[in-house]
């Protein structure tokens, strides 16, 4: 790290999944479960970062409940560095309340923005690549971003439309200009992408300096940057009632969508660190131990004859007679069977029990 | 009923099934589950009974274990009529130690055998043919039994081969002569005998007079006869351990083998009362209610395009996500996922757990 880049991780862990039901609930997201090592999605992101950002630089953003569940987590963190949001609006005011925060420490330290439910396979190389683009935002006045290389035509994530022409390299690292963010397209359209070779998915990683961010938002952004002088005066006065009403009339965007798609001279490098956004029961598939017949298994089991299952039981035995490419979850008060194939359609569960009066599953 | 006629009704609860696993164990076999109502099958056998047979004049025979379990289940069951094997020899041994009770209250009397663990859809119209074949079994020199009409080839039956000429007629019932007792066949022979319309399913149940079934035993199993002897003396002298005695040198033969295969002049009528053996779970299809998609569910559920299930989970919430005919069994320490067509297999998880070490879960 060059001498004087200070580096700050913020966490955005203020997701409420849905696709990991019964495992998930409205009061215990994904980023809270040991699903892909016997340690919590967050304590993994933590733990991932602390060779390259001390305890003391790493922030935090989520709502009181979920706060509450980081400083237990994560101890180390220190209190004032888990930013409480009023209310949950989205990325972009999360994003906003924590570089403003780090703003008021240093202007000119960078920002690492990092989801706390995604998982990384290599954290060498992905702490290698941190540590370029946090050099790169450090010099430059540009917001960087990982992209990922699409493996299928997915219409699930947003893409990054970039100029496969280098436009920066350090520590080895290309950086490559982003001409384009682009939302969830159609299959189609994904298609197109994946044969390009000029877009890559949106990770959700970004990287800047508090004061660029700033600048970008000011320009590129305006109605959005009265909404930063309020917070970084609200967090000046560490008026919390200041901050709520902010939060209040803050519109609940995505940083894509309120910043990242307007600005300009955007940066992006690949991120070929093992990512996965783990987005629903099958992604466990590849990150479990497997069995001969592909099964993976969180739990005791006796299989006979079955293959391809995901099935996460802990507390019991499982025993699998004849099934294919199931998913198979037990909690304390909730068992889900569940076609491997479907498993997107998980949510729609809990549209059902919404409807039907059995809210205490949520 | 004929004057003079004494019914007594022996319900065989000694069975050890393995195919209701997870739900049943070494230690609670199926005749003590509530699975075809809310009361356990034996309680059903026993209230089936009831409006024909007084108590006290239905006798039970199982080993200790389940006889406690009989006790607390039917405690209006005399004790007396508890009848407890020193061990478990098969039907053959059950049923004499059962006849020579009998047999010592009221040698005339008439014995009905009745497995614990079959499911009777009109119990109306079984009372009134079991009434019929015990009157011809007090009137006749015959063994009674009730065949089943086939459905399809099974190979899990075996086979009673008889005449279609009517031999008697009593009450609006038909018996016919019993030609032979076959055994379990294979497809072949099965699609034979399904064919020819001249065999009927073996159901188990038995109707004899007691005095009728020691001639029986005299004359056609003459190897098997001194256990009569000896088991009448020591009940006469309610010696446990003359019966003990007994019991380990009694060879441990089906009734079918010992006696049945060999008795001349036996009389069957047809069962066709609504009979099933309930042999797995997926005999409880056609048994619980079922929603739009077939699905046949014990417990509270909701479902999103999956049908043909199978599901006994009366603890928890169960959610079925696009899957089609399976059996999903969840108890307090294990579960079971099986394609509804394998679930004769599951006797197959009992040896797996049993070499795998995990024998808590038999």
Redesign the interface.
Known sequence: MKRGTELYAVILAGGVGTRF??LSRRTRPKQFLPITSERTMLEETVARLRPLVPEGRILTVANADQSRAIRRLAPSIPRENVLVEPRGKNTAPSLLLATASVHLRNPEGVVAVLPSDHRIAKPDVFRRKLRAAAETAALEESLVTFGIRPTFPSTGYGYIHFTRRKRKARRGEAFFSVLDFREKPDLETAGEFLNSGDYAWNSGMFVWRASVFARKLERHAPDFFPFWTRTVAALKKRSRAELAGIFEDIPALSIDYALMEKAEGTLVAEGDFGWSDVGAWSSLAGIWPRDGSRNAVKG?A?V??AGGNICY?PK????????RD?V?V?T????????K???Q??R??LG??ER?G?KK?L
Chains 1, 2 share one sequence.
């Open positions: 039901w019964p005791d006796v006979l004859e039981n019991k035995l499982t025993a699998l007679v004849g099934v199931l198979v037990e304390k008060d909730a068992l889900l069977v569940c076609r194939d479907r498993d359609d998980v729609k569960i059902l029990l039907s059995k599953f």
